[in-house]
C-alpha cells in the first residue's frame, strides 16, 4: 500500500515538472507586460531598468531555475501589476474557490448518490425516467447560461439570494448550485450504469439467497461495486470545478482563482500565470493522488494488484 | 421469430431485480434517435445554406431598432422574427450563422483530437512498456491542463480567433482519447488474434490499422459524437469570456455575453442563443447515448 | 412414509415479454424428503433453474409471476407469503449454491466478512464468537486453515476454494433443503468428485433435503437418489435413479440416454433428439415433446398427458402408458 502510494506519489511530481516547463514558456508567449505597466511616455532606458529590476533580461534557462527554485520554497515571485507577493494573491483568492468547490461537489453528491442509486433500483419508474432528464439537460446545458438566468431571475428579480461575491452561506448557493448541475448529471448517471450491472450480478443474486435484506443487498453488496468508476469521475469533476470555474466566478463575481488567471492573463503578468497555472496542476495532483487512495481503500483487488 | 429456451431463461434467469420495462428498454435500442438526428440535420443545413437562409445581414447594426421582441410577442414583426439584440442585429440571422461557428468548432475539434489522441492511445497500447509509460505521463499530464486557461492565453497572445479555439481546446482533448483507446487496445493485446497475426509475420503497422484499429471504431464513434457537444458548450464559454470567436462574428457564446444584462428586459437576446446551444448539444448527446447502446454498452462510464 | 421437506404441487411461473407470455414453469410437481437428493435434469430451457429460483421467489418481478400452484416447506405454502417472509425463509431454511464460484462471492469484501453475515444474520452472534462460528463453518467444508483465510478476498481463491466458502455459507444455518445449481459444472474434473463428496457428507451431517440441477447425467447417477427429468416447463418423468438409468420409460429420457457415447460403443454417429427445443412463449397444445417424439399418437397433439405411473414409485407423463 505504501509502495503504492509512493509509485502515484512520483508519477504526479513528474507531470508537475512537465506542466512546470510548458506554463513557463506559455507564459513568456503573453507577450512582453511592460507594455501593460510603463506608462505610454517610457523610454527605452526607462524599459531597460524595469527589465533589469524585474529580472526579465537574465537569459530564460536562468529565469525558469529561478523561478522553479523560488516556487519550491512557496515563492512565486511578485505580481508585475499589482506589486505584491504573488503568493500572498494566491493565499488570498485560493481558499475562495476551494471552499466553492467543495461545497459544489458536496452537494452534487448529496443529491446525485440517492437520485444514481434509487434509478437503478426502481428501473422503469417515473423517478428513473425523471432523473435520466435531469442527467441529459446537466450535460447539455451551458453552464455560463444557468448562471445568468439564475443571477437575473433569483437574485435579481425574487431577491432570494445574493447575486455575487461573497457574502455568508447564502452567496455559496447559486454559484455553488450552477457549478455543481452537471456534475449531478454526470455522476447518477455512472452510479445508475453502475448499480444496473452490478444488481445483475451473481454475487447480489447469492446475497439475497442467502437471506439479507434488501436494503443491505443495495448499499451494502452492490454499491461497493459500482463505486470504482464513480470515485475515479468524482475526482475529475473536483479538478474541473477548481480549475474551470473562471465563468462562474466571472458571472458571480466570486474572488477565486478563476478571476485571477483572468486578470493576470489579461495584464500579462508572468508570475501569475505561471502560479495559477502550477497551483492548479497541483490541486487536480492531490486531488488524483487521494482518488487512486480511495480506490485501493474501496476494492482490494486494486491494493494487491500493485 | 421463435425465441429458443436459452434466451427464455436468460431474460428472466439471472434477473431478480424488479424490472417493470423488459420490452419497452429493448424496443427504445432499435429504433433510430430521429428527434436528435433531424436536430442535427436541421442545425447542419442551416450551417451550410446559411447564406442562403439567413433573412438579413447578420452584421447590420441599426439603433433605431435596438431591442425589439420576437414575432410573437407584442412590438415584435415579421421583418426580425426573433427579434433583435442591443446593436439592433437581426437574431435570426444571427443564429443562422453562428450555427457555422459552433459546429465547425465542435466537428474540426473532436476530429483532430480524436484522431490525434487515437494514435496515441494505439501506439502506447500496442508497444507497451516505456513507450506506454512515458505516453501516459504525457497524457495525464496534458489532461490536467485546464482548457479555458489555455484558450484564454492564446487569445491573449495571438489574439482570439477560431483556429485559436479549435487548437486550444484540441491540444487538451486529445488526452481523452489516447486514454480511452489505449485501454481497448490492452484488453485487445491479450486476445490471440494479435499474437496470431504476429506469429503470421505482420509487422507493427499493419496490426495497428488492420486488427487493433477497427475493433476501436466502435469506442471512438461514441466518444466523438458525445465529445461535440462538450466542445461546442466550451467554445461558447469561451465567445463568453471574450476569448473565442472575435466579434463581429455571430457566435452564440458572444451573443449571451452581450444580452447578459438584459435578460429581465429583453430576455430573447440571451435566452435564445442559449436554447440553440441547448437544442445542439442536447441531440448530440442523445445521439451519442443511442450510439453508445447499440455499439458498445461497456462504455456506460462515458 | 414421513412427509416430505418440500412439496411443489402443480407449479407455474409465466414471465411476460415482448414475445409474448414465457411459461417457463409450466405445472411442476415433485416432493424431495429429508436425506434425501433429488436430480433435476433437463436441457437448458427447461425450467430447471426457473422451478428452484420460484421456490426461493427471486424471480424478476413484475415481469415474472407465480401465477398457480403452492410450495410447501414443512406443509407451509410459502407462495402466499411476503417478501419480508420470503427474507426470513431464505437462507435460514432453503439454501442455494450457485453456478459460477468465480462471480458468486462478492469481489470487495473478504471471505471473512461474506461467511460472518449469514452466521450473525441466522444466529445473531457478535465479535469473537461470531469469528469462531465462521472459521468453524469454514472448517467443516474442509477448509484448511480457516481463521486466517477469514481474511483472505476471493480473488486470491480458486474456484473449488470458493465453491466451498460458498457452500459454508448455505449451511450456516443449517437449513431444511439445499437447491444447489450445476454447483459443478466450472470445476476442474478433478475437484468435481471432492465437491460432490463434500456435498454428500453436508447432506448426512445435516439431514438435509438436496435437489440438485444438473444436466450431466453421470452425477445424477453418483449422488442422486431419484431423479425429475424436465422438458419445455413440464416434468416428463420422475423415479428411482437406478430404476430410471435401467428402464426409462417416458421417450424424451430414452432418447437423452440414449445420446450418452458409452466407452465399447461400435457407432459411427451419435445419436441426437431430433428436432429442436420448443418456443416457451408458443407452446403446442398436448404434448410438448409431440413434436419430436418417435412414438407420437394423435392423441399426444391433442391432450397434454399427466403423470401416469410406469412403476413403483416412476411415473411418465406419456400416453403410451395409459391403460385405456
Same mark, same amino acid.
Given at each position: 500500500m505504501i509502495r503504492f502510494i509512493l509509485s502515484r506519489l512520483v508519477q504526479s511530481l513528474a507531470a508537475l515538472a512537465i506542466l512546470s516547463v510548458v506554463v513557463f514558456v506559455l507564459a513568456r508567449t503573453t507577450g512582453d507586460p511592460l507594455h501593460m505597466i510603463l506608462p505610454m511616455s517610457a523610454t527605452a532606458e526607462d524599459?531597460?531598468?524595469?527589465?533589469?529590476?524585474?529580472? *526579465? &533580461?537574465?537569459?530564460?534557462?536562468?529565469?525558469?531555475? @529561478?523561478?522553479?527554485?523560488?516556487?519550491?520554497?512557496?515563492?512565486?515571485?511578485?505580481?508585475?501589476?499589482?506589486?505584491?507577493?504573488?503568493?500572498?494573491?494566491?493565499?488570498?483568492?485560493?481558499?475562495?474557490?476551494?471552499?466553492?468547490?467543495?461545497?459544489?461537489?458536496?452537494? @452534487?453528491?448529496?443529491?446525485?448518490?440517492?437520485?444514481?442509486?434509487?434509478?437503478?433500483?426502481?428501473?422503469?419508474?417515473?423517478? &428513473?425516467?425523471?432523473?435520466? !432528464?435531469?442527467?441529459? *439537460?446537466g450535460q447539455s446545458l451551458p453552464t455560463f447560461w444557468v448562471a445568468i438566468v439564475l443571477v437575473e431571475f433569483v437574485a435579481g428579480r425574487l431577491q432570494w439570494l445574493p447575486a455575487g461575491g461573497i457574502s455568508g452561506w447564502s452567496s455559496y448557493v447559486l454559484p455553488g448550485f450552477t457549478l455543481g448541475w452537471f456534475v449531478v448529471a454526470g455522476l447518477m448517471r455512472l452510479l445508475r450504469s453502475g448499480m444496473l450491472e452490478v444488481l445483475?450480478?451473481?454475487?447480489?443474486?447469492?446475497?439475497?439467497?442467502?437471506?439479507?435484506?434488501?436494503?443491505?443487498?443495495?448499499?451494502?453488496?452492490?454499491?461497493?461495486?459500482?463505486?470504482?468508476?464513480?470515485?475515479?469521475?468524482?475526482?475529475?469533476?473536483?479538478?474541473?470545478?477548481?480549475?474551470?470555474?473562471? #465563468?462562474?466566478?466571472?458571472?458571480?463575481?466570486?474572488?477565486?482563482?478563476?478571476?485571477? =488567471?483572468?486578470?493576470?492573463?489579461?495584464?500579462? $503578468?508572468?508570475? !501569475?500565470?505561471?502560479?495559477?497555472?502550477?497551483?492548479?496542476?497541483?490541486? !487536480?495532483?492531490?486531488?488524483?493522488?487521494?482518488v487512486d487512495c480511495l480506490y485501493a481503500l474501496i476494492d482490494p483487488r486494486i491494493r494487491y494488484a500493485r | 421469430m421463435a425465441i429458443d429456451p436459452g434466451t427464455a431463461e436468460r431474460a428472466a434467469g439471472g434477473l431478480a431485480v424488479p424490472e417493470r420495462d423488459v420490452t419497452a428498454a429493448a424496443a427504445r435500442r432499435r429504433r433510430l434517435p430521429l428527434l436528435p438526428l433531424a436536430i442535427i440535420g436541421v442545425f447542419v443545413l442551416v450551417a451550410i445554406l446559411a447564406p442562403v437562409l439567413s433573412p438579413a445581414d447578420p452584421l447590420s447594426q441599426s439603433l433605431r431598432n435596438r431591442f425589439k421582441p420576437p414575432v410573437w410577442m407584442e412590438g415584435g414583426s415579421t421583418a426580425h422574427l426573433l427579434g433583435t439584440d442591443r446593436l439592433g442585429r437581426d437574431i435570426l440571422s444571427r443564429i443562422i450563422w453562428g450555427s457555422r461557428v459552433s459546429l465547425a468548432a465542435g466537428v474540426v475539434t473532436v476530429l483532430i483530437a480524436s484522431a490525434f489522441g487515437a494514435a496515441v492511445g494505439l501506439v502506447a497500447g500496442y508497444y507497451g512498456g516505456?513507450?506506454?509509460? =512515458?505516453?501516459?505521463? +504525457?497524457? &495525464?499530464?496534458?489532461?490536467? /491542463?485546464?482548457?479555458?486557461?489555455?484558450?484564454?492565453?492564446?487569445? #491573449?497572445?495571438?489574439?482570439?480567433?477560431?483556429?485559436? !479555439? #479549435?487548437?486550444?481546446?484540441?491540444?487538451? *482533448?486529445?488526452?481523452?482519447?489516447?486514454?480511452?483507446?489505449?485501454?481497448? #487496445?490492452?484488453?485487445?493485446?491479450? *486476445? $490471440?488474434?494479435?499474437?496470431?497475426?504476429? +506469429?503470421?509475420?505482420?509487422g507493427a503497422w499493419r496490426i495497428i490499422t488492420r486488427h487493433l484499429l477497427p475493433n476501436t471504431l466502435n469506442t471512438l464513434v461514441v466518444l466523438v459524437t458525445l465529445q461535440v457537444g462538450y466542445v461546442i458548450i466550451v467554445e461558447a464559454s469561451l465567445s463568453f469570456l471574450g476569448a473565442g470567436i472575435p466579434p463581429p462574428t455571430p457566435a452564440w457564446g458572444s451573443m449571451i455575453a452581450e444580452g447578459r444584462e438584459f435578460v429581465t428586459s429583453a430576455w430573447w437576446a440571451s435566452a435564445i442563443p442559449g436554447l440553440a446551444i441547448l437544442a445542439v448539444v442536447l441531440a448530440f448527446n442523445l445521439l451519442g447515448d443511442w450510439l453508445r447502446d447499440t455499439l458498445d454498452p461497456k462504455l456506460r462510464q462515458l | 412414509m414421513p412427509s416430505p421437506v418440500i412439496e411443489i404441487r402443480d407449479l407455474h411461473t409465466h414471465i411476460v415479454t415482448r414475445w409474448g407470455t414465457i411459461r417457463a414453469v409450466d405445472g411442476v410437481s415433485f416432493s424431495v424428503g429429508e436425506g434425501e437428493t433429488l436430480g433435476l435434469v433437463g436441457e437448458s430451457g427447461s425450467g430447471k433453474s426457473m422451478t428452484c429460483l420460484s421456490v426461493v421467489r427471486l424471480i424478476p418481478r413484475p415481469a415474472a409471476r407465480i401465477t398457480r400452484g403452492a410450495v410447501l416447506l414443512d406443509g407451509e405454502d410459502l407462495v402466499p407469503k411476503s417478501e419480508r417472509e420470503m427474507q426470513r425463509i431464505r437462507g435460514r431454511k432453503i439454501a442455494m449454491i450457485l453456478q459460477d464460484p468465480m462471480s458468486s462471492l462478492n469481489p470487495v469484501f473478504s471471505v471473512g466478512m461474506q461467511v460472518r453475515e449469514p452466521v450473525a444474520l441466522y444466529h445473531g452472534l457478535r465479535g469473537r464468537r461470531l469469528t469462531a462460528r465462521a472459521a468453524?463453518?469454514?472448517? @467443516?467444508?474442509?477448509?484448511?486453515?480457516?481463521?486466517?483465510?477469514?481474511?483472505? /478476498?476471493? /480473488?486470491?481463491m480458486s474456484g473449488g476454494m470458493r465453491q466451498r466458502v460458498v457452500g459454508a455459507m448455505a449451511i450456516a444455518a443449517p437449513p431444511r433443503l439445499l437447491i444447489a445449481d450445476e454447483p459443478t459444472t466450472s470445476l476442474d474434473l478433478t475437484i468435481q468428485a471432492q465437491y460432490l463428496g463434500l456435498l454428500?457428507?453436508?447432506?448426512?451431517?445435516?439431514?438435509?433435503?438436496?435437489?440438485?440441477i444438473t444436466h450431466?447425467?453421470?452425477?445424477?447417477?453418483?449422488?442422486? &437418489?431419484?431423479?425429475?427429468?424436465?422438458?419445455?416447463?413440464?416434468?416428463?418423468?420422475?423415479?428411482?435413479?437406478?430404476q430410471i438409468f435401467k428402464s426409462p420409460a417416458h421417450p424424451y429420457t430414452q432418447a437423452l440416454l440414449e445420446s450418452i457415447p458409452r466407452l465399447g460403443d461400435r457407432r459411427?454417429?451419435?445419436?441426437?433428439?431430433?428436432?429442436?427445443?420448443? $418456443?416457451?412463449?408458443?407452446?403446442?397444445?398436448?404434448?410438448?415433446?409431440a413434436p419430436r417424439c418417435p412414438y407420437v399418437m394423435d392423441r399426444c397433439r391433442a391432450e397434454a398427458p399427466p403423470q401416469l405411473a410406469v412403476a413403483p414409485g416412476q411415473v411418465s407423463a406419456c400416453w403410451r402408458h395409459a391403460s385405456a
Open positions: 524599459y531597460a531598468n524595469a527589465r533589469q529590476y524585474l529580472g *526579465l &533580461d537574465r537569459p530564460y534557462i536562468e529565469q525558469y531555475f @529561478s523561478f522553479v527554485g523560488k516556487a519550491l520554497t512557496g515563492d512565486f515571485g511578485t505580481s508585475l501589476r499589482a506589486r505584491r507577493p504573488v503568493m500572498e494573491l494566491i493565499q488570498e483568492r485560493l481558499p475562495n474557490s476551494i471552499r466553492l468547490a467543495v461545497f459544489a461537489m458536496g452537494v @452534487s453528491l448529496a443529491f446525485a448518490f440517492p437520485l444514481g442509486i434509487l434509478a437503478a433500483v426502481w428501473k422503469g419508474t417515473n423517478l &428513473d425516467r425523471t432523473a435520466q !432528464v435531469i442527467a441529459v *439537460l445483475d450480478s451473481e454475487y447480489v443474486k447469492l446475497a439475497r439467497v442467502k437471506g439479507v435484506v434488501e436494503h443491505r443487498v443495495i448499499w451494502l453488496h452492490a454499491l461497493r461495486n459500482a463505486l470504482v468508476p464513480v470515485v475515479t469521475f468524482a475526482g475529475i469533476y473536483f479538478s474541473i470545478l477548481v480549475t474551470t470555474a473562471i #465563468v462562474v466566478e466571472t458571472v458571480f463575481a466570486w474572488p477565486g482563482l478563476g478571476r485571477l =488567471a483572468y486578470d493576470g492573463i489579461s495584464s500579462r $503578468d508572468f508570475p !501569475v500565470i505561471q502560479a495559477v497555472v502550477l497551483t492548479t496542476a497541483a490541486i !487536480v495532483a492531490v486531488v488524483n493522488l487521494g | 516505456r513507450t506506454d509509460a =512515458a505516453l501516459m505521463r +504525457i497524457t &495525464d499530464a496534458t489532461m490536467s /491542463f485546464p482548457v479555458i486557461l489555455l484558450a484564454l492565453i492564446l487569445a #491573449v497572445t495571438v489574439g482570439p480567433s477560431f483556429t485559436n !479555439v #479549435v487548437v486550444a481546446i484540441a491540444v487538451i *482533448l486529445w488526452a481523452r482519447y489516447a486514454r480511452v483507446i489505449r485501454g481497448q #487496445v490492452l484488453t485487445l493485446m491479450s *486476445l $490471440d488474434f494479435i499474437a496470431q497475426a504476429r +506469429i503470421a509475420g505482420a | 468453524a463453518l469454514l472448517g @467443516s467444508v474442509r477448509i484448511p486453515s480457516p481463521e486466517a483465510r477469514l481474511r483472505a /478476498f476471493p /480473488f486470491q454428500q457428507e453436508l447432506q448426512s451431517r445435516h439431514r438435509l433435503a438436496m435437489i440438485f450431466n447425467l453421470g452425477i445424477v447417477s453418483r449422488i442422486c &437418489d431419484r431423479v425429475a427429468v424436465m422438458y419445455a416447463g413440464r416434468i416428463v418423468e420422475t423415479g428411482p435413479v437406478r459411427e454417429r451419435l445419436t441426437a433428439i431430433e428436432g429442436q427445443p420448443p $418456443d416457451l412463449a408458443r407452446l403446442p397444445g398436448g404434448c410438448a415433446f
